[in-house]
């Protein structure tokens, strides 16, 4: 790879910008992140776009908040528009845990430094911008301004909070990945048209004042949803709020929806068509130098940077639709992927970096076996309205067909310089089972599983069952827990069948609506009898834009209005947590009080077994903690294979 110069990534400050011979700029972006310029990172995305369009953008990454704001005038005034994202994941989630405890680390800062990304950044930037430069529009988007677009509950401050134009006073909201709406907003202020008067774009987002005329699209459906105020008053109406959001958020040919904010009109514009083929490589195609700013190189390593360097983004979207997820909300539920042509060629760039070392550490997406997977017929599609095509059951007229995916890692491993790509991101091992994918080509899935599990995995391959509990699973649009059992079945004939090693490693969640403490018993037990000792857990976090969250905060579920019990007590959420970890000796004198408390002293034979017990006391030195062996009851073992724990948090 050649020597980079400073001017090769986008201006930061005004020596930069004097480097490039501007004398003014068009775009300035502000963003929550330290400005990493790869294809990963939202912001450097966007950059990069308006970039190629021949405008002179210029990002001010992490300003400085708490001192005289010299950060945001330090660039002057743009020619069109400020552009505002809080960063690649929404500031509170950054900033706290799911207990609302102040991180102490923050992945896009260098060093994990804390301290460098506001609360609500979005609305913190945007709010300063405004009051600075009031004839100024700001233009919001990304993932804090996608997801709180309409009223939402937000559970750090546990209020209902109004759309973030509102808060944020932002001329405009880009909701979902923002290259073509961007792409008409600047095709619309070159032609000269006042970005006041620009609001029939799709997929972004405006507050009409009380005098303001309602822009008229014949090709548009309208839909109202009940106003802030009403949903403010009435729980069950803010719940029915959500499925018109969602359906329309993931239809073809969606409606435009308002809703009332006070004396303004919110309207939310129907979404662009998923991206071509072509529009996706174009993003990807984009000259990234792949690397931070060489203003961090003192400040030391960008963690997100770290996790994701050798990676390969190959697609966008999920159509999973699980209900404590953001990604459909934000991503759509229909998959934009690359070609494979494209895909190699940031390979190639990958393994030309100096520090390569040969090993590429995932070729993935928000799901990593979604790749070029989409409806037979596509008019079935367009009338589609389901949140998902995979819950209840896969739909007939999804193409889930894995071979295009097989074939995409066997062309990236014959790459020279590629020692072994891994899967990092995590597998849908629902639709590798044939007894749910009955629409699939069993030898297929198979062939597929193999190629995962003995070229692409480094010791463990990451699934997401989340739960065992059948009813709390269909709340969560995940298949039954028995579909695990039996992916399980072939990933453990596999290993035998090649002499492997791997570990699977589930992951779980605590505390999802629906969930009872028998409901974690019952995991605990059930995980344990399978041979696992889990780590990879979390405590569910309500967060904008879920079904979940919805529930959590209303109590009652969009779709059929009925409640549902949530648990969201500090003791009720740390009593189901608790049962992930029934092998601490602090917790066994807990778990069978609790046990017999609510009647299940049955659980009691699985979870603490006198046998297992005094053998615990008695095993020899060198044994592996956590093992298949160490696991099982003593007389109900039956094969040797070791199931090691990962410690590492996810996040």
């Known amino acids: 790879m050649q020597d980079l110069k400073l001017s090769d990534w986008l201006p930061t400050t005004n020596k930069e910008v004097k480097i490039r011979g501007w004398e003014a700029l068009d775009v300035i972006l502000f963003s929550g992140d330290a400005y990493v310029d790869h294809p ?37 005034k743009p020619k069109l528009f400020f552009g505002v994202t809080g960063g690649c994941m929404d500031p ?50 990304g993932i804090e301004a996608s997801l709180r677009r309409v009223t939402h509950y937000d559970y750090w401050s546990d209020k ?43 997929q972004t987002a405006v507050l009409l004042n009380k005098e303001d005329k309602i822009p008229k699209n014949s090709n548009w459906e309208d839909v109202e949803i009940a106003s802030h105020e009403v949903c403010l008053k009435d729980k069950k109406k803010y719940a029915s709020n959500f499925k018109v959001i969602e359906q329309e958020s993931n239809k073809l040919a969606a409606r435009r929806i308002f809703q009332k904010v006070g004396d303004k009109t919110l309207m939310i514009n129907p979404p662009y068509p998923t991206m071509t083929e072509q529009e996706i490589d174009a993003s990807f195609d984009l000259p990234y130098t792949r690397l931070p700013h060489p203003k961090y190189n ?40 690359r070609s494979q042509e494209s895909i190699l060629k940031e390979v190639d760039k990958v393994a030309n970096m100096p520090d390569f070392k040969g090993y590429l550490s995932d070729i993935g997406g928000p799901s990593a076996n979604m790749y070029q997977m989409k409806g037979k017929v596509q008019s079935i599609c367009d009338k ?79 699934v997401a069952p989340e739960h065992t509990s059948d009813p ?16 399980k079945e072939r990933f453990d004939k596999i290993n035998i069948k090649k002499g492997l090693k791997l570990q699977l490693i589930p992951y779980f969640i605590s505390n999802h609506p629906a969930c009872e403490v028998e409901d974690m018993a019952n995991l605990a037990a059930e995980t ?8 990879q857990v979390q405590g569910f976090t309500p967060t904008p834009m879920t079904v979940a969250t919805v529930i959590y905060y ?98």
Request: proline residues 7%; positive net charge.
């Open 384 to 462: 589609c309205v389901a949140p998902s095509c995979i819950s209840p059951v896969i739909c007939s007229n999804l193409d889930t067909s894995h071979k295009p995916l097989t074939d995409l890692y066997q062309a990236v491993d014959k790459h020279p310089k590629v020692k072994k790509s891994f899967i990092g991101s995590g597998i849908r091992h629902d639709m590798l089972v044939p007894e749910f994918n009955k629409n699939a080509d069993p030898k297929e899935l198979d062939a597929y599983t193999e190629e995962v599990m003995t070229k692409h995995v480094s010791g463990r391959l990451k």
């Open 528 to 535: 344990k009898d399978m041979g696992f000792q889990l780590e």
């Open 92 to 141: 509170m989630i950054s900033n706290y845990n799911a207990n609302k405890k102040k991180r102490d680390k923050d992945a896009y800062t260098p060093n994990g430094d804390i301290g460098f990304r506001p609360d609500y950044a979005t609305s913190v930037y945007s709010k300063i911008l405004k009051d600075k430069w009031p004839d100024t529009p700001v233009l919001i988007g």
């Open 298 to 337: 003192k400040r030391g390593p960008i963690p997100a940077y770290e996790m994701i360097k050798t990676s390969i983004n190959i697609h966008r979207g999920c159509f999973g639709g699980c209900s404590f997820c953001t990604i459909s909300a934000h991503q759509g539920k229909f998959i934009a992927s």
């Open 160 to 202: 209902l909070l109004p759309s973030i134009l509102e808060t944020s006073k932002a001329d405009m909201l880009v909701y979902g990945m923002g290259e073509q709406p961007l792409r008409e907003v600047v095709r619309l202020l070159e032609r000269g048209v006042p970005f006041s008067s620009i609001n029939t774009v799709l």
């Open 554 to 651: 209303s109590g009652y579920h969009p779709y059929t209005l009925k409640k549902v019990n949530t648990p969201k007590t500090r003791k009720e959420k740390d009593e189901q947590h608790r049962f992930f970890f029934w092998y601490k000796d602090e917790n066994k004198a807990w778990i069978k009080k609790t046990l017999n408390k609510v009647g299940r002293p049955d659980l009691l034979k699985v979870l603490l077994p006198g046998k297992e017990e005094k053998w615990r006391k008695n095993k020899p030195k060198g044994d592996a903690k956590n093992t298949f062996n160490d696991a099982v009851p003593f007389n109900q073992r039956k094969n040797k294979v070791k199931y090691k724990g990962n410690k590492k948090k996810r996040r």
């Open 472 to 487: 709390v699973l269909k709340l969560m649009r995940k298949p039954s827990f028995k579909y695990f059992h039996k992916f």
């Open 40 to 76: 990963t990172f939202g912001p450097a995305v966007i950059g990069r776009m308006l970039e190629s369009f021949g405008l002179r953008v210029a990002i001010v990454p992490q300003p400085n908040v708490n001192d005289n704001l010299q950060d945001f005038v330090k660039l002057g």
